[in-house]
């Protein structure tokens, strides 16, 4: 007679960010990140920037922050992502948002995440399903335009992956979410080369168990 290995349920995730991005938590310890971010960047000023324009710049950068975190926030948002060192000398207008479990009810009762999966990729243009560490997960991707009046001031690329949680009771679902601001005039190419390093990022995934 064999037996079959169950797992528990995982108690949480690891995901790797790509060099020069930092790890903003949104549950505790915000500030405490935020402070370390802006004594890096304040570090990494170029030589022979003015000294008596240092505390204006860390008071920009700090506001910048608290906006992206209250956003992220705002939304659910229990990580955040960040890119804090330029690439090739371009600060990247891009961050990832992980954000607090939500339950989504099961299409049957006997059904399981995978039907939820397959029926909200059959109402969501250009969804489709991928694996994450042996765990099926809904990709989708569009472009949200700008609308003031909605709280979007600029148009950007957003990319979502809806993860369910192994032998989560009742069935909890994260969500990753990934969002580049598109500025007038780059080559779309830049912008789908983000999407990609998001998605390796996205390959990182892993559970992590107690």
Do not use: C
Not at 68 to 93: D, F, N
Not at 127 to 144: G, Q
Not at 145 to 150: R, T, W
Not at 184 to 202: H, I, R, S, T
Request: net charge negative; proline share 11%; charged share 25%.
């Amino acid at each position: 007679m064999t037996t079959t290995e169950h797992r528990p349920a995982p108690n949480g995730f690891n995901l790797v960010p790509p060099p020069g991005w930092d790890v903003i938590p949104l549950r505790s310890g915000t500030r405490e990140a935020m402070d370390r971010i802006v004594r890096k960047a304040v570090a990494q000023l170029p030589v022979g920037f003015p000294k008596d324009d240092i505390p204006k710049a860390r008071l920009k950068l700090r506001q910048e922050m608290k906006k992206v975190v209250r956003r992220a926030s705002a939304k659910g948002g229990m990580t955040l992502y960040l890119p804090t060192e330029r690439l090739h000398g371009i600060a990247l207008p891009v961050s990832i948002v992980a954000s607090e479990p939500i339950e989504i009810p099961r299409v049957r009762p006997e059904s399981g995440p995978e039907a939820v999966l397959a029926a909200l990729a059959s109402e969501t243009p250009g969804a489709e399903i991928r694996e994450l560490d042996d765990t099926a997960a809904l990709r989708s991707e569009r472009e949200v335009p700008a609308d003031p009046e909605q709280g979007v001031e600029v148009a950007h690329r957003r990319v979502e992956y809806l993860v369910p949680i192994p032998d989560s009771t009742p069935d909890k679902y994260l969500t990753f979410s990934y969002s580049a601001l598109i500025a007038p005039g780059p080559d779309p190419a830049f912008y789908d080369a983000l999407v990609e390093l998001f998605d390796a990022v996205m390959g990182t995934f892993r559970w992590t168990y107690a």
